[in-house]
T-cell receptor, first 113, second 115 residues
Framework: DAGVTQSPTHLIKTRGQHVTLRCSPISGHKSVSWYQQVLGQGPQFIFQYYEKEERGRGNFPDRFSARQFPNYSSELNVNALLLGDSALYLC????????????FGSGTRLTVV | AQKITQTQPGMFVQEKEAVTLDCTYDTSDPSYGLFWYKQPSSGEMIFLIYQGSYDQQNATEGRYSLNFQKARKSANLVISASQLGDSAMYFCAMREGQGDYKLSFGAGTTVTVRA
């Protein structure tokens, strides 16, 4: 079975631009979470979606938004990019009925210049 | 307040020796889960081991064991017989409540295994 896949793996954007990051969960996983990991720090929770509904949101500005599609894949959108948005963005999928079934993708490394 | 504290920014260990990575946590929820992840330079977060708050025994997974001291709110990771491939960043994380809710991560510890 394929793991969690994220695209693109790397991208460079200019301040003020918009970016869309994509995530495909493990087959059968209905929950997708997004995390931001700034260099040298631990990941910070951004969003969790389950069955296309937002279940949780971290302390991030409204420039960050996400959605989940009927096939359980997900997109993370960031508007009006700032230099501080440069980070590794990680997606994790899970089964709600399992307490520890989180599987992470390899991430998208975003650089804002 | 920090939910997860990892006080060791970096550690060196000799190949084949054991190493202990410290993790303390803070929660008032009686139900929680503690996780350790390994993050090599490629960026992927690799699950290592899980300990539930109601588990009576310390978790073990191959060369990884978790020293769970509930009263002290600590969940230290022990890696036995270190290998060169163990060189990576290690993160302690906590989930509060049941289910698959968000994880709170510590700042991580970099482990470098020397030959």
């Amino acid at each position: 079975d394929a793991g969690v896949t994220q695209s693109p793996t790397h991208l460079i954007k200019t301040r003020g631009q918009h970016v869309t990051l994509r995530c495909s969960p493990i087959s059968g996983h209905k929950s997708v979470s997004w995390y931001q990991q700034v260099l040298g720090q631990g990941p910070q929770f951004i969003f969790q979606y389950y069955e296309k509904e937002e279940r949780g949101r971290g302390n991030f500005p409204d420039r960050f938004s996400a959605r989940q599609f009927p096939n359980y894949s997900s997109e993370l959108n960031v508007n009006a990019l700032l230099l501080g948005d440069s980070a590794l963005y990680l997606c994790a999928s899970s089964l709600p009925e399992r307490n520890y079934g989180y599987t992470f993708g390899s991430g998208t490394r975003l650089t804002v210049v | 307040a920090q939910k997860i504290t990892q006080t060791q920014p970096g550690m060196f260990v000799q190949e084949k020796e054991a190493v202990t990575l410290d993790c303390t946590y803070d929660t008032s929820d009686p139900s929680y889960g503690l996780f350790w992840y390994k993050q090599p330079s490629s960026g992927e977060m690799i699950f290592l081991i899980y300990q539930g708050s109601y588990d009576q025994q310390n978790a073990t997974e191959g060369r990884y064991s978790l020293n769970f001291q509930k009263a002290r709110k600590s969940a230290n990771l022990v890696i036995s017989a270190s290998q060169l491939g163990d060189s990576a960043m290690y993160f302690c994380a906590m989930r509060e409540g049941q289910g698959d809710y968000k994880l709170s991560f510590g700042a991580g510890t970099t482990v470098t295994v020397r030959a």
